[in-house]
């Protein structure tokens, strides 16, 4: 089993509760030099091809990334207010 697709079903089984420390792993195993263009290509076409065939795992990822995001917001809110506050 490749590395990509265990990150996805890990990513599948924590969708409600996301840790970005998972979702850092899948952008580190997808990530290439950029003298590996090819690489970077195959890492990719890799990602797709799980998601086609497996579409829990792409429903899993896209519920973890929108569960982290949301879970951002309150963050995001109190640096705006602070940068509100002191004029930048």
Do not use: W
């Not at 003298?35 to 795992?57: D, F, G, S, T």
Request: aromatic share 6%.
């Amino acid at each position: 089993m490749s590395e990509i697709k265990r990150i996805l079903q890990q990513i599948t089984a924590l969708s409600d509760v996301p840790e970005a420390s998972v979702l850092k792993r899948l952008v580190d195993e997808l990530r290439a030099s950029d003298k590996e263009p090819e690489l970077a290509n195959a890492r990719i076409q890799e990602l797709i091809e799980v998601l086609q065939a497996h579409p829990e795992y792409a429903d899993g990822l896209a519920s973890f990334v929108l569960r982290l995001l949301y879970s951002l917001i309150p963050e995001l809110c109190r640096i705006r207010a602070f940068l509100v506050d002191f004029g930048a």
